[in-house]
């Protein structure tokens, strides 16, 4: 069967450090992947999604940037994190015709 | 651009109450699914309706898809306290990336005992 893995779980960083953000999956090849942002209380903000290997769509302009190494391997990452940047950010695949499995996500607190 | 629209925000119901969120779209939907995120955790597939008119049932759970497959309705019959939750809706469209979702901003119920 299929599973997502995503961590850490919580994580606290001051302004200015780097962040980086591991999602796998397991059980599938060639999965569609996301990343998403959900602030407090609020909706779900795609951030970007992968195709395929090499292949990252973004949505919204930030200082976030994902990669996607391997097949079943998407990254979040940041060089300098803002104040704005905390929020509860979550991971998802889909074979791409069918419902997205999300990751258990990690809350991101930016001091 | 494709948005989906999804009302009510907040909705507050007694135990045994019926609740029914409801999500629209301007333009004609693909398919439309439903997520559901307890408090403190992550959204989890519910269904997936594709069909025209098309109403599926999950034990209290009544889904719907319109005729015009532009809008479509979760209704709980009777809720429990483990209903409590936002319910998301999210759609997909022709043309767009396959897979690619449009998730509304979310019902977020509360159900008193």
């Known amino acids: 069967s299929q599973t997502i893995h995503q961590w850490p779980a919580t994580l606290v960083q001051p302004v200015g450090s780097p962040l980086s953000l591991e999602c796998t999956v397991e059980?599938?090849?060639?999965?569609?992947l996301y990343w998403y942002r959900q602030a407090a209380g609020r909706g779900l903000q795609l951030l970007f999604y992968s195709v395929g290997i090499g292949q990252i769509s973004s949505e919204v302009p930030q200082n976030l940037s994902a990669s996607r190494p391997q097949d079943r391997q998407f990254i979040l990452s940041s060089k300098k994190l803002l104040l704005s940047d905390s929020g509860f950010y979550l991971c998802a695949w889909s074979p791409g015709t069918y419902g997205y499995t999300f990751g258990s996500g990690t809350r991101l607190t930016v001091v | 651009g494709q948005q989906v629209m999804q009302i009510p925000q907040y909705q507050h119901v007694q135990e045994g109450e019926d609740f029914t969120t409801y999500c629209n779209s301007s333009t004609t939907l693909s398919n439309i699914q439903w997520y559901k995120q307890r408090p403190g955790g992550h959204p989890v597939f519910l269904i997936q309706l594709v069909k025209s008119g098309e109403v599926k049932k999950q034990k209290r759970l009544t889904f719907q898809f319109g005729e015009a497959k532009k809008n479509s309705s979760l209704h709980i019959t009777a809720t429990q306290t483990t209903d409590v939750g936002t319910y998301f809706c999210?759609?997909?469209?022709?043309?767009?990336?396959?897979?690619?979702?449009?998730f509304g901003r979310g019902t977020q119920l509360t159900v008193w005992p």
């Open positions: 999210a759609g997909g469209y022709r043309g767009s990336t396959l897979g690619r979702l449009y």
């Open positions: 059980g599938t090849s060639n999965p569609n």
